[in-house]
DNA sequence: CGCCGCATTGACGTTCGTCAAGTCTAGTGG
DNA sequence: CCACTAGACTTGACGAACGTCAATGCGGCG
């Protein structure tokens, strides 16, 4: 049994592999469990933080999915990414000290809040939060480089096995199943994140049915042959 | 006259408004001459980096154009940006300590090398620095995420209005003119970056030609009716 | 002067978006 | 527990936007 009062610190969370305190010596870890300033639970379709706001802190998240998502003047929005368990969101709003885009949890969801100004303080004393804080927003720019070029000149069977495989991948690093996903998000949404239309993703995942390569029911995706989704992408040959 | 050995020190160089060095203190900005280890020129057509290189710096581009660029296995390429004096190059080799991209000089160049591990030492000791490397990685998630909105959600004339008037907005910020840019890229590299074909991109141009939105000779492209090009992105009303 | 890469333009094809109808599911309240 | 509803999803028919293929023009560089 786990103590009622139960501190969950960044040293014994069980996410410490993949989140903030990756690459950490024991006696840097203690000193990380400073940013971590509290913790907030964001319910289903609720904001974690919506652009304009004022920034703060950076959030890690502990469980549930989020969708962040920038909007135009004119309404028209894009979904810029799906984050889960031990990614790091806000840092798009570093540089104005403002969000420039919206965080919705797609299920209940909690997460760490680490304060900025504390996470910078910390950084100048731990040569590896330093490194590490530049690593997670360098590796958000390389992701999204592959964003690009996925909507830049992939084909929606292209685009949408490239997301199936990348999901279940991310999973699988959770210990997760390596070829089961239950998703979170609406077609409308993956459509969104895609650059397609809802009827698309539906179509493009019915072909895929229909090929033997995934079984779907609603939400759950199971991936029946991973190399063929894998060969639409980089077309071998 | 300038002198023969001419030492362009940030402190003295006429980007600091716009480049690294941005927001410090006379001090700090004494300091931060260190950083700059050498400069380096690159020709027409050379790369600066490639993907796979290993990772030691960021660059700080002096003069000239840069195009970034990301491949996909089958050799499929996806211009991820335009860069130009004072923006800052190389971020994405961070995560990895290996380049992901590549940066194409589009004509000739020249760039300050500043050394990773001593902008990391540096800004653990000049906190107005730190806080700038935080800024520029965080405004680069921030453009991308406008990409993302431009390549998933925008029709050809929209995405080309939206690249015109950026680009020259950002010109003019640099003390060129408000409304005449001289393409430093091909059609082809503006479609790749746009997510459009070379054809797409001419028939555009020669659409807003028609309209009395711009004018073009060749490369040399002058923006005639800036508030039309920008209700093109934004349908008012 | 001649070549080559870049650009333009046209005709046609493909992919994806639009519109619409209908089904299914999960959540709600009686 | 079941009926009801609203949102989510699927599927089809059609059309628009953009890609493909091809011919031609043009300008800069050697």
């Given at each position: 049994?786990?103590?009622?009062?139960?501190?969950v610190?960044?040293?014994?969370?069980?996410?410490?592999?993949?989140?903030?305190?990756?690459?950490?010596?024991?006696?840097?870890?203690?000193?990380i469990?400073?940013?971590?300033?509290?913790?907030?639970?964001?319910?289903?379709?609720?904001?974690?933080?919506r652009?304009?706001?004022?920034?703060?802190?950076?959030?890690?998240?502990?469980?549930?999915?989020?969708?962040?998502?920038?909007?135009?003047?004119?309404?028209?929005?894009?979904?810029?990414?799906?984050?889960?368990?031990g990614?790091?969101?806000?840092?798009?709003?570093?540089?104005?000290?403002?969000?420039?885009?919206?965080?919705?949890?797609?299920?209940?969801?909690?997460?760490?809040?680490?304060?900025?100004?504390?996470?910078?303080?910390?950084?100048?004393?731990?040569?590896?939060?330093?490194?590490?804080?530049h690593?997670?927003?360098?590796?958000?720019?390389?992701?999204?480089?592959?964003?690009?070029?996925?909507?830049?000149?992939?084909?929606?069977?292209?685009?949408?096995?490239?997301?199936?495989?990348?999901?279940?991948?991310?999973?699988?690093?959770?210990?997760?199943?390596?070829?089961?996903?239950?998703?979170?998000?609406?077609?409308e949404?993956?459509?969104?994140?895609?650059?397609?239309?809802?009827?698309?993703?539906?179509?493009?995942?019915?072909?895929f049915?229909?090929?033997?390569?995934?079984?779907?029911?609603?939400?759950?995706?199971?991936?029946?042959?991973a190399?063929?989704?894998?060969?639409?992408?980089?077309?071998?040959?």
């Amino acid at each position: 049994m786990t103590p009622d009062t139960l501190k969950v610190a960044c040293s014994s969370c069980n996410l410490r592999e993949l989140c903030m305190p990756v690459g950490l010596q024991p006696d840097e870890l203690r000193r990380i469990d400073e940013i971590v300033a509290t913790r907030r639970k964001v319910k289903r379709r609720e904001t974690l933080f919506r652009s304009g706001e004022r920034f703060s802190s950076l959030y890690a998240i502990r469980t549930g999915v989020f969708k962040t998502r920038v909007m135009a003047a004119d309404g028209r929005d894009q979904v810029t990414g799906f984050q889960m368990a031990g990614e790091i969101i806000g840092l798009d709003g570093i540089v104005n000290d403002q969000h420039t885009c919206d965080a919705v949890a797609l299920e209940d969801a909690e997460v760490c809040v680490m304060p900025f100004d504390r996470i910078e303080e910390l950084s100048r004393e731990v040569t590896a939060l330093q490194r590490h804080v530049h690593r997670i927003m360098s590796r958000e720019i390389v992701r999204e480089h592959g964003v690009m070029l996925l909507l830049g000149s992939m084909r929606a069977e292209e685009r949408l096995a490239a997301f199936l495989l990348n999901l279940v991948g991310r999973l699988h690093a959770r210990g997760f199943s390596r070829d089961e996903v239950v998703l979170r998000m609406t077609r409308e949404e993956i459509g969104s994140y895609l650059g397609l239309k809802l009827e698309t993703v539906s179509r493009t995942l019915s072909k895929f049915v229909q090929e033997g390569m995934v079984e779907v029911a609603n939400r759950h995706v199971r991936i029946v042959d991973a190399e063929a989704l894998r060969l639409l992408i980089h077309p071998g040959n």
